[in-house]
């Protein structure tokens, strides 16, 4: 931006994966906030450089500049806390990239190259109790009983899925396992007092769906601190779980996850929203804080209707 409030550029992502940063304006005068890093561009070594001339400082300054690093479409192109130089990029494949604007990071290839990059799992496991009898429930009178079997629960790969206070103190904490391999799926729960003590622990045989995610739509949130996905959970056959009945017609489900960027990790926060018969392709917005819940909201068009639901509780308030 120059002293006197002039956006002298813009962002633009290609279909193929490519983004970017077109100098358009002739009158640049002094660039006071995020002035060009790269003098040179990929072009014909025959040709006249493809440049703009600043009037001020008689420097010049390339119109394109290129951003390489994705190979499909960009769903997402937005600025962290809206104001900073860091660029983030999610494309339709769950390819992530951050870019912040410096020197350093502009390659002897005449193009600039991310800080960081990772692949998202937008893949979506349920664990479903199954009817069969729960495994003995297991008590524990003594600390050294407890421990000695959180010494062999540790071993078991599992991961913390949801905690619920019992009003004294204490706890009661559900996992879920981890392991596509695992032969015996089970949900654990452990009971603990006031102090972290194990009380007791159960296990639960359940049985494992897991849905393929497909990237629909990606927007910052209002905070420009995370993204919010919109994510389209179908059940494929390939995918399929233990417990699994063949045969069965195949679920649909929309999810919207918040990723924060700079945490490099999804939030507990989700809103899941079961898909009936879609005439078009479903659209989300995020709002800010309205009311006195402390929650966004997430909207949701589909088959002609808004469905509204709270990021913090993750339940509709309306639609």
Same mark, same amino acid.
């Given at each position: 931006m120059t002293i006197m409030g002039v956006q002298p550029c813009v962002m633009v992502a290609s279909a193929k994966g490519t983004v970017v940063k077109?100098?358009?304006?002739?009158?640049?005068?002094?660039?006071?906030?995020?002035?060009?890093?790269?003098?040179?561009?990929?072009?014909?070594?025959n040709l006249e450089p493809n440049t703009l001339m600043n009037s001020d400082t008689d420097a010049r300054t390339v119109k394109r500049e290129f951003y390489e690093f994705h190979d499909c479409r960009i769903l997402l192109l937005g600025f962290l806390e809206h104001g900073s130089l860091t660029m983030?990029?999610?494309?339709?494949k769950g390819h992530l990239a951050v870019w912040p604007y410096s020197a350093d990071h502009f390659s002897g290839f005449m193009w600039h190259d991310p800080?960081?990059? +990772? !692949?998202?799992?937008?893949?979506?496991?349920?664990?479903?109790?199954?009817?069969?009898?729960?495994?003995?429930? *297991? !008590?524990?009178?003594?600390?050294?009983?407890? $421990?000695?079997?959180?010494? $062999?629960? @540790?071993?078991?790969?599992?991961?913390?899925?949801?905690?619920?206070?019992?009003?004294? @103190?204490?706890?009661?904490?559900?996992?879920?396992?981890?392991?596509?391999?695992? $032969?015996?799926?089970?949900?654990?729960?452990?009971?603990?007092?006031?102090?972290? !003590?194990?009380?007791?622990?159960?296990?639960?045989?359940?049985?494992?769906?897991?849905?393929?995610? !497909?990237?629909?739509?990606?927007?910052?949130?209002?905070?420009?601190?995370?993204?919010?996905?919109?994510? $389209?959970?179908?059940?494929?056959?390939? *995918?399929r779980g233990r417990g699994a009945t063949r045969g069965r017609a195949a679920s649909r489900k929309l999810a919207v996850y918040l *990723?924060?960027?700079?945490?490099?990790?999804?939030?507990? +926060?989700?809103?899941t929203h079961e898909i009936s018969g879609v005439k078009h392709e479903p659209i989300l917005a995020v709002s800010p804080v309205f009311d006195s819940t402390g929650s966004d909201y997430a909207y949701i068009l589909e088959s002609h209707v808004v469905h509204v639901y709270s990021f913090m509780t993750g339940q509709k308030l309306m639609e």
């Open positions: 077109w100098n358009h304006a002739l009158e640049r005068g002094t660039v006071v906030y995020g002035e060009s890093c790269a003098h040179t561009e990929p072009s014909n070594p983030v990029t999610l494309d339709e800080s960081e990059t +990772s !692949t998202l799992d937008l893949a979506l496991n349920e664990f479903i109790a199954s009817p069969q009898p729960a495994a003995p429930l *297991f !008590t524990f009178t003594t600390k050294e009983a407890a $421990d000695s079997h959180l010494v $062999d629960f @540790g071993e078991l790969e599992l991961k913390l899925w949801d905690v619920h206070p019992d009003g004294r @103190g204490g706890r009661r904490e559900i996992y879920h396992p981890t392991a596509d391999h695992n $032969d015996a799926p089970a949900i654990h729960e452990l009971w603990r007092d006031h102090d972290g !003590t194990l009380i007791a622990h159960e296990a639960q045989p359940c049985s494992h769906r897991r849905y393929r995610g !497909t990237l629909k739509q990606a927007l910052m949130t209002t905070s420009a601190a995370e993204i919010a996905m919109l994510v $389209d959970h179908s059940k494929d056959e390939n *995918f *990723f924060n960027v700079s945490k490099g990790l999804f939030l507990a +926060s989700r809103v």
